[in-house]
């Protein structure tokens, strides 16, 4: 519908904040919304919103959606993905039905080396063409803002070539895109015996072109026994920080190794993973400034342990959820599973779980004045949903297709 400037009916108008915040402890629970809503777009911004009763009278000029009682929310924000892949991995699933674990796969020479084996043979435009039918699939599912990470490149041209893609993806997207460089995210099995070497390939020769191309905007690093060590993760983001790159890191997932204190003292945006959590752990990310994110898709698709994500809440951890959406340990990038996953099986309250996806996932890509709320100024980047008993019975209704539609910029998607 574009053009469209003022929607009525709205059943509930979901996440309505006069100011930004960043949730933790019980503010977390807290969702304003507004029964029985009207909401106004100007500019393919929000312009105003409030109860039916008080919508001002339309001027002739405006068009008019009626929602017939379906919800309105801000679109999800997926803070953490890996979108840009050549090719899937079920090959993987069946060993690991059968009874391999991650770790068994990986040292195999499957995993992420096996992506970056398929990836480093496709063209750019070919992965660009994938990438944007994936996305295309999410923004369908209710994603507007997604952050895009490198790391099946592994080599200097292949990195470039995947960041590359991600810088393509943001030209042409209609949504908001952060780009995350994680050359770090496995030892190419051509520096199997030489570890140094790789990484001063990415201090030396990674890193000085993607901050001249100027092609990310975050530095990631795969932090795991196997993978990278907390000493060679914090030179690594020491050296990505000279160059303006802000650490948002992959800690915690398969063990408690030192990741989410030094990534504090980084001033880290964002540790993400957290399966695997020491008490300390949670002390120590629950009384930093840094995002928790939760990624309750790996954890399912991976059959592990979920991250303690009421212990965090508790404790006053600012949590956000993501989709991790990959080919190896979540291949699916729908944001409604994931809300919906962290109620069963992580204990969060509903409204917990869509403010994790959206205001505080919005602050873990800093796109907290752009989306993530219904705010006056943000974009209009929306989902509209069916209509329902409750917002309860979003995430209970695991599985079921509630988006009727999705807006972006104030038009919705054909
Ligand atoms: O976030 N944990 C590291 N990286 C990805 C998985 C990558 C892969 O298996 O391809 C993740 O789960
Ligand atoms: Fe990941």
Not at 250 to 255: C, E, F, S, T
Request: hydrophobic content about 40%; charged content about 20%; proline content about 4%.
């Amino acid at each position: 519908m574009k053009g469209c400037q003022i929607i009525i009916n709205i059943g509930l108008l979901v996440n309505t904040r006069n100011e930004n915040k960043l949730l933790r402890g019980a503010a977390l629970s807290e969702l304003p919304c507004i029964e029985n809503a009207f909401l106004k777009i100007e500019n393919g911004r929000i312009a105003d919103y409030g109860k039916m009763s008080e919508l001002p009278a339309p001027t002739t000029t405006e068009n008019i959606y009626d929602a017939s009682g379906g919800y309105v929310s801000p679109g999800w924000c997926d803070s953490h993905t890996h979108l840009v892949f050549a090719a899937s991995r079920e090959n993987e699933f069946v060993d690991k039905i059968k009874g391999l674990s991650y770790a068994d796969i990986a040292a195999k020479g499957g995993g992420i080396l096996q992506s970056a084996i398929r990836l480093q043979a496709m063209s750019e435009d070919d992965l660009f063409n994938h990438a944007m039918i994936r996305l295309n699939e999410v923004m369908r599912l209710g994603t507007t803002a997604i952050e895009i990470k490198s790391g099946y490149g592994l080599s200097v041209d292949a990195e470039l070539k995947m960041l590359r893609v991600v810088q393509r993806i943001k030209n042409i997207a209609p949504i908001p895109i952060k780009a995350t460089f994680l050359g770090a995210h496995a030892y190419p099995l051509l520096y199997k015996n030489d570890h140094e070497k790789y990484i001063r390939l990415i201090e030396d020769e990674m890193l000085p072109n993607i901050a001249k191309e100027n092609l990310a905007d975050y530095i990631d690093v795969f932090c795991e026994q196997g993978f990278f060590s907390v000493d060679v993760m914090k030179r690594i983001c020491s050296s990505g920080i000279l160059y303006g790159l802000k650490p948002k890191l992959h800690v915690n997932q398969l063990n408690s190794i030192g990741g989410i204190e030094a990534a504090i003292k980084m001033n880290a945006l964002s540790v993400d993973h957290l399966e695997t959590m020491t008490d300390s752990d949670i002390e120590k990310i629950s009384s930093s400034d840094t995002i928790g994110t939760m990624l309750p898709t790996a954890a399912y698709f991976l059959r592990m342990q979920y991250p303690p994500a009421r212990k965090l809440i508790d404790k006053g951890c600012a949590v956000a959820l993501a989709s991790d959406y990959n080919p190896g340990s979540s291949p699916s990038g729908n944001m409604n599973i994931v809300v919906s996953m962290s109620c069963i099986q992580m204990r969060m309250l509903p409204e917990e779980a869509v403010n994790a996806a959206t205001i505080n996932a919005a602050y873990a890509m800093e796109l907290e004045d752009e989306v993530g709320s219904i705010m006056i100024g943000k974009k209009a980047n929306l989902l509209f949903t069916k209509k329902l008993p409750s917002l309860a019975y979003f995430p209970y209704s695991f599985g079921s297709n509630l988006i009727e539609k999705v807006m972006i910029n104030g038009n919705f998607l054909e």
